[in-house]
Each structure stands twice: as structure tokens, then as C-alpha cells.
């Protein structure tokens, strides 16, 4: 199975970068998976790492150790509409492509 | 752009009552999903599906659940005698797999809530 742990809450001010940390556990590892979430909206993807090093998207760059089961979500020159939850997600081996989640950051930028 | 589609968005219903929840993968997708999210928890696996069947389902997928893929496009959720624990948002998804050159990412649909009284 997976366990997927990462901070439940970060506060940041607008303008500034913020760093979401994500520790893995898994018996299979195919990629990792950064999701955005508004409240009460449906998770979007926001990146994927599968080797390890860094993968830049605009504002947005992930980062992906698989030796040390580890990846970070890096915002930059935050803005308000940032506020949101963060999820780490897993693709472990299986036949299915599911993701695994975690339970998320909740970044609230404050102005 | 292509996205998943889901109804109802909102359904409340009485404990025992069966619910049936609906979704509408992206067209050229081959693997479909149910995930549920528990107001202020994470996002849970409940199963998968690809060629007509199901490929794995969680602990949380008893018998009480059931999939289906009546037509070309429908995929349906139900839930045929509701509990107070099944209160939850549901979210459909759909991927193509892990395509070469692509991330196999998974689209999720806008959910729907589901309130057992």
C-alpha cells in the first residue's frame, strides 16, 4: 500500500514562495502527482515528476527524490487566488493507473 | 477542452434509500474511477474500472457498492442501501492509462455530494 504524509496547514503572504513537503511510502512507485484543490471543487492537475530532478510550469516547479521517497510543490510569487489544498498523490504498480492520496496542504495566502 | 461531467451535483436522500450516482468520462479515456472525499478529509480510492469490468476496489467498496457501464458513455456509481457514513463528496475519473510521452493524469469530475439524513 501507500502512505503519503504531508503538513496539514501553511500560511504565506502574497508575493512570497511556499514549499509543501511530501513523504512517501509505497510498494511500487510509477510517478507523483501534485493536485490543486479549491473548497468544495474537484482536484486538478497541476504537475508530475516520474524521474527525479525538477519539473518547472510557470509559478509552479516540483521536485522528486524517488531514493528518498520525497517531493516538494514549489509556489511562487504567490497570489490570492493560490489559497487552496495541495495534494500529493502516488501511482503505485498496479494494472489501473490509480492515484493514491494525501490529505493535503491547505495554503492560505494572506494579503 | 474535454472534461468529465458528473450528476447530480447535489443529491440528499434518506438512510436505506438506494442512490445511483452518474458520470460522463472524457470520450477517449479507457479507465475510469470513483473516488470519495469526506468533508474535511482525503481523497479515497473506491474503485477502478477498464474494459467493462472492475480492475480493484478498496475496503470502503463493499457490497453495498456497485459500478456500471450501461452505455458507450455513462458510468455509474451505486449505492443500494445508504448509510449516515456515506455522506460524502463523490468524484469521477477518467485517464487514458499511462500513454507514451504522457502522464496518465487522472480528470476529475465536479462531484457529487452526496448527504444521507
Known amino acids: 500500500g501507500q502512505n503519503i504524509d504531508q503538513p496539514t496547514e501553511m500560511t504565506a503572504t502574497e508575493g512570497a514562495i511556499v514549499q509543501i513537503n511530501c513523504t512517501y511510502q509505497?510498494?511500487?512507485?510509477?510517478?507523483l502527482f501534485w493536485y490543486q484543490q479549491h473548497a468544495g471543487e474537484a482536484p486538478t492537475f497541476l504537475s508530475y515528476?516520474?524521474?527525479?530532478g525538477l519539473e518547472e510550469k510557470g509559478r509552479f516547479s516540483s521536485f522528486l527524490s524517488r531514493s528518498k521517497g520525497y517531493s516538494y510543490l514549489l509556489l511562487k510569487e504567490l497570489q490570492m487566488k493560490d489559497s487552496a489544498s495541495y495534494l500529493c498523490a502516488v501511482r503505485g504498480y498496479s494494472n489501473d493507473y490509480k492515484l493514491s492520496f494525501g490529505a493535503g496542504t491547505t495554503v492560505t495566502v494572506r494579503a | 477542452e474535454p472534461e468529465v461531467t458528473q450528476t447530480p451535483s447535489h443529491q440528499v436522500t434518506q438512510m436505506g434509500q438506494e442512490v445511483i450516482l452518474r458520470c460522463v468520462p472524457i470520450?477517449?479515456?479507457?479507465?475510469f474511477y470513483w473516488y470519495r472525499q469526506i468533508l474535511g478529509q482525503k481523497v479515497e480510492f473506491l474503485v477502478s474500472?477498464?474494459?467493462?469490468?472492475?480492475?480493484?476496489k478498496s475496503e470502503i467498496f463493499d457490497d453495498q457498492f456497485s459500478v456500471e457501464r450501461p452505455d458507450g458513455s455513462n458510468f455509474t456509481l451505486k449505492i443500494r442501501s445508504t448509510k449516515l457514513e456515506d455522506s460524502a463528496m463523490y468524484f469521477c475519473?477518467?485517464?487514458?492509462?499511462?500513454?507514451?510521452?504522457?502522464?496518465?493524469?487522472?480528470?476529475f469530475g465536479e462531484g457529487s455530494r452526496l448527504t444521507v439524513l
Open positions: 470520450s477517449n479515456h479507457l479507465y
Open positions: 515528476n516520474v524521474l527525479d
Open positions: 509505497t510498494s511500487g512507485f510509477n510517478g
Open positions: 474500472f477498464y474494459n467493462n469490468e472492475i480492475s480493484e
Open positions: 475519473a477518467s485517464s487514458e492509462g499511462w500513454p507514451s510521452g504522457g502522464t496518465g493524469e487522472l480528470f
